[in-house]
């Protein structure tokens, strides 16, 4: 069992910086948790202290039952897999697998045993003998992978480990992890600041900022209920759009473009006194429509708007304009042939949008 | 030596790497041909430890023993005479200062690991059981790692955190006891201000610059630099990175998440404020080191 359970963590350096603040999370056994963020979030700083590598200023942390605060790294029973996929230049593969088993005094039998073993996991036993520099980047990547499995611990910790490899070898990678997780079954704390990688390789994900954990939920939870805007804009790509403006009626008002609420939302909408008040509307590129069929369906949500840009990206387009003078990305299917410098009508699926509170950014519940 | 040291002190003893362990009731020296010997504390009085401290070595029981060339270079960077020619060199070196957590590794361990990422040998000088100093020499190869990476690699196998100064390549032995010591003293200073696990003797002149100025000339140039923005962390923390992205606004944005335009709005406000447009170099040097005289 490797349950880890953080609690009230708080990381502070130099006395005043405070880079983690009241971190409270529970990592169930054998998932894959992703911690996201920008820069200077806190994502690396938490991994860190769950390694043992930062001492934490104030909090809990276990990993099963057992309080580790003051328990050694290297007792730690965890793996690391770093940002450099370097590995040791003059040793060849098996020995760089193997060398973090002979400085802790393992028998040859056993580390043979797991170094073949780990091997046959990742499809390096013919590479054993090899040097790194007769490796190709993503055969690399697996070696420095291989030097974690040898080591047979409760859980991974991996910083930013695709961030170093071209954008091809990444995607490959991420798979490759996915499926070593699905075979391991180690439980598995993984940063990045890529909300791709996230979303695709998250058992749950934890989204931070300063600092704070902003949402906590699997992929699809945090990405279609963002608890506040921050989350919604970090999440998806292209990212979600905001858009001001103000209740009146049964309608979200931006200048001249009247758009109607859902029955629902605006019932949520007028119980917690927003009418009559600036909110922001969030609504995916994808629930921007642009097909005759769904524009027919929803005459009131329907607007026209010029076409500045036009990303033919194969079976669909982004489309970049604005509405009252706020710009906005829509996805459209490919076949209706939108164009920039077009004028065309689009509307909105309300029924998928978020209302947040302008001053809280929280989403409106 | 060891049979005349023998008959002064009857519990001398030799220590047998791998046969026998190092007991910790006895103190323990090196000897001019390397060899570790250990007296029983009970035989020896304050005087006779300085007096053995003064001929031999000291030997702390966590740290490697020195081969004859980490012998060499120690003598030459103790030395109070000229060390121009000390000894011949076979190619340029630099000394990289580093520092581990305390009481989570053996120095030999790490010793070990540190000599797998060279092609060669390298000198390791422990100063004590959490600090010292790698002799790097100059090498052309296309498998040289950088420190970060080295870094990465020991981090995973030794699960400790590590800290490197780099210092510059030097062709002569002129002076290197000197070097040595501004070096690691530069080290320590410089690790007092930034987090960076690797710092170049480069990266370091801001810090040491803002360290050897007065307390109230530093106060005077964050107040007078910074203005209201002196405790505004966020603004403060958007420039440190812009500085950090060679004032290129899209990376920042990215760096930072945040849109180009905020940014950019972001900016004219410091500017509007303060007068001083960090979108130039000449800006904004002096707004970094600034920000450094708060910390």
């Not at chain 1, 057992?66 to 020995?95: C, E, G, S, T, W």
């Not at chain 2, 957590?101 to 060279?118: G, R």
């Not at chain 2, 420190?147 to 062709?171: A, H, R, T, W």
């Not at chain 2, 002569?172 to 003293?185: S, V």
Request: glycine fraction near 6%; aromatic fraction near 10%.
């Amino acid at each position: 069992m490797a349950e880890l359970r953080l609690v009230g963590i708080k990381k502070v350096y130099d006395k005043d910086v405070v880079s983690v603040k009241d971190f409270n999370l529970e990592i169930r056994d054998k998932e894959f948790l992703v911690l996201v963020g920008p820069s200077g979030c806190g994502k690396s700083t938490t991994l860190r202290m769950i390694a043992g590598l930062e001492e934490i200023t104030e909090g809990d942390l276990y990993i099963g039952d057992k309080r580790v605060n003051d328990v050694a790294p290297k007792d730690r029973d965890i793996a690391m897999v770093f940002q450099n996929y370097a590995l040791y230049p003059h040793m060849d593969v098996y020995n760089n697998m193997a060398f973090g088993l002979k400085l802790r005094k393992f028998k040859k039998d056993e580390i043979k045993k797991r170094v073949d073993n780990a091997a046959k996991i990742l499809g390096l036993e013919e590479l054993l003998d090899r040097k790194p520099k007769a490796l190709s980047g993503g055969q690399r990547q697996r070696v420095a992978l291989g030097r974690a499995i040898v080591r047979d611990a409760e859980v991974f910790l991996m910083d930013e480990p695709l961030s170093n490899l071209d954008a091809k070898l990444r995607v490959q990678m991420r798979a490759e992890i996915q499926k070593l997780h699905a075979r391991l079954q180690t439980t598995t704390v993984y940063v990045t600041h890529d909300q791709t990688e996230a979303m695709t390789m998250a058992t749950r994900l934890v989204v931070m900022k300063d600092g704070i954990i902003q949402q906590v939920g699997e992929p699809k939870e945090v990405y279609d209920f963002p608890n506040n805007i921050f989350v919604g804009g970090f999440i998806g790509s292209p990212a979600m759009n905001f858009l001001n403006g103000k209740i009146e009626g049964n309608h979200f008002v931006m200048g001249d473009v009247k758009v109607e609420i859902p029955e629902g939302k605006l019932k949520t909408l007028r119980d917690q006194g927003y009418v009559g008040k600036d909110i922001v509307l969030g609504i995916r590129p994808e629930d921007i429509h642009d097909e005759p069929l769904y524009l027919k369906s929803s005459p009131e949500t329907k607007f026209s708007a010029h076409i500045e840009v036009a990303e033919l990206m194969g079976s669909e387009i982004v489309l970049y304009s604005k509405v009252d003078d706020q710009d906005f990305v829509a996805r459209v299917d490919a076949r209706f042939n939108a164009t920039a410098g077009q004028t065309i009508d689009f509307a909105f699926n309300l029924s998928k949008a978020h209302f947040f509170d302008k001053e809280t950014e929280e989403r409106i519940k | 030596m060891i049979n005349q040291l023998r008959k002064v002190y009857s519990t001398l003893i030799v220590y047998n790497e791998g046969k026998n362990k190092l007991d910790q009731n006895y103190k323990w020296f090196v000897t001019g041909n390397h060899e570790v010997i250990g007296i029983h504390e009970d035989e020896l009085t304050s005087k006779d430890i300085s007096l053995l401290e003064a001929f031999l070595v000291p030997y702390n029981i966590e740290l490697p023993i020195l081969t004859e060339e980490e012998e060499k270079w120690r003598q030459v960077i103790q030395s109070k005479e000229p060390t121009d020619n000390a000894f011949e060199l076979d190619s340029s070196f630099r000394f990289v200062y580093f520092f581990i957590s305390e009481n989570q590794i053996s120095p030999n361990l790490f010793n070990d690991a540190i000599h797998e990422l060279f092609a060669k040998r390298v000198p390791i000088l422990w100063k004590n059981g959490s600090e010292g100093i790698i002799i790097e020499k100059q090498q052309d190869s296309d498998e040289n790692l950088s420190y970060d990476q080295i870094i990465d690699v020991l981090m995973s196998d030794l699960y400790v955190n590590i800290n490197f100064f780099v210092g510059p390549f030097k062709e002569d032995l002129k002076e290197i006891n000197h070097h040595f010591e501004t070096l690691t003293n530069d080290a320590k200073t410089v690790f007092g201000y930034t987090n960076k696990p690797v710092v170049t003797y480069v990266d370091a002149i801001p810090y040491l610059l803002i360290h050897q100025t007065e307390p109230e000339l530093r106060d005077e140039i964050s107040k007078t630099i910074l203005q209201e923005y002196l405790d505004d962390e966020d603004t403060l923390k958007m420039i440190e990175t812009f500085v950090q992205c060679n004032l290129n606004i899209s990376e920042t944005a990215k760096e930072l998440y945040m849109h180009r335009n905020s940014l950019q709005y972001r900016l004219d406000r410091f500017l509007e404020k303060t007068g001083i447009d960090v979108r130039q170099f000449q800006h904004a040097m002096p707004v970094y080191l600034a920000m450094l005289a708060r910390k």
